[in-house]
C-alpha cells in the first residue's frame, strides 16, 4: 500500500504566520491527494481534494499543491482557530492511506 | 443537513466481535452518488481507512482486514454497519463512519463525531 509521510510532525508558529506543511508519497498518486483539518475531540474536515482544490466553505488562505509524489499545504496566514492536526489522504490505488498527521501548534 | 453518528458498545472483550452502527440523518442513504466509510484512529496516531460500502451493497475492503471485517446496509433504517470479528487490543480505537461524494471526487467531505472502542478483558 502506497504510505505516506507528513512533515514536520509537529510545527510551531505564531498567529499570522505561514504555515507550510507537506506530504510524500512513496509511490505517485497522480493528484488524487486530500488534506484534512481534525482538532481535538473532533472529526477530520475536508480542506482540499485533487491536490489543490478548497472544499466548500474553506477559506481561501488555505491552498495546496503538487502532483505525483511530493504535495503542500499552505496556510498564508495562521488564524487562532487554525491550530490543529493536518492530516493528508491518497485515493489513488487502493487501499486509501493516510499520513500521521501535522500538528500545528501555537508558538 | 446531512449528519452521521455512531453507536455501538464502548468495550468489547478480546477475541469477540466489535459491532458499530452509523446512522444518517436529513437524507436517504440510497440518494445521491456516496459511497459509506469506516475510519478509525488509535490515540495519539494516525487515521486508518477500513472499507466502505455502497447503497446497493458493494463493498471495498482494507486487504489487511478483510478476512474480519463485514459490512451491510439497511436503507429502511437509514443505517450502515461495521462488524470485526476476533478482536485484539491493537484494534481499540476512535472509530469514524464517513462519507466519500461525487461532489468531491470521491474524498471523505462528512463524517460522524466517532465513538471510543476499547477491546480489553
Known amino acids: 500500500e502506497i504510505v505516506l509521510t507528513q512533515s514536520p510532525a509537529t510545527l510551531s508558529l505564531s498567529p499570522g504566520e505561514r504555515a507550510t506543511l507537506s506530504c510524500r508519497a512513496s509511490?505517485?498518486?497522480?493528484?488524487?491527494l486530500g488534506w484534512y483539518q481534525q482538532k481535538p475531540g473532533q472529526a477530520p474536515r475536508l480542506l482540499i481534494h485533487?491536490?489543490?482544490n478548497r472544499a466548500t466553505g474553506i477559506p481561501a488562505r488555505f491552498s495546496g499543491s503538487g502532483s505525483g509524489t511530493d504535495f503542500t499545504l499552505t496556510i498564508s496566514s495562521l488564524e487562532p482557530e487554525d491550530f490543529a492536526v493536518y492530516h493528508c489522504?491518497?485515493?489513488?490505488?487502493?487501499?486509501?492511506?493516510f499520513g500521521q498527521g501535522t500538528k500545528v501548534e501555537i508558538k | 443537513q446531512v449528519q452521521l453518528q455512531e453507536s455501538g458498545p464502548g468495550l468489547v472483550k478480546p477475541s469477540q466481535t466489535l459491532s458499530l452502527t452509523c446512522t444518517v440523518s436529513g437524507a436517504s442513504i440510497s440518494s445521491g452518488d456516496f459511497y459509506w466509510s469506516w475510519v478509525r484512529q488509535p490515540a495519539g496516531k494516525g487515521l486508518e481507512w477500513i472499507g466502505r460500502i455502497y447503497a446497493g451493497g458493494a463493498t471495498n475492503h482494507k486487504p489487511s482486514l478483510k478476512s474480519r471485517v463485514t459490512f451491510s446496509v439497511d436503507t429502511s433504517k437509514n443505517q450502515f454497519s461495521l462488524k470485526l470479528t476476533s478482536v485484539t487490543a491493537a484494534d481499540t480505537a476512535v472509530y469514524f463512519c464517513?462519507?466519500?461524494?461525487?461532489?468531491?471526487?470521491?474524498?471523505?467531505?462528512?463524517w460522524g463525531r466517532g465513538t471510543l472502542v476499547t477491546v480489553s478483558s
Open positions: 464517513a462519507r466519500e461524494g461525487d461532489e468531491v471526487n470521491w474524498y471523505f467531505d462528512l
Open positions: 485533487d491536490a489543490s
Open positions: 509511490q505517485s498518486v497522480r493528484s488524487d
Open positions: 489522504q491518497q485515493r489513488s490505488n487502493w487501499p486509501w492511506t
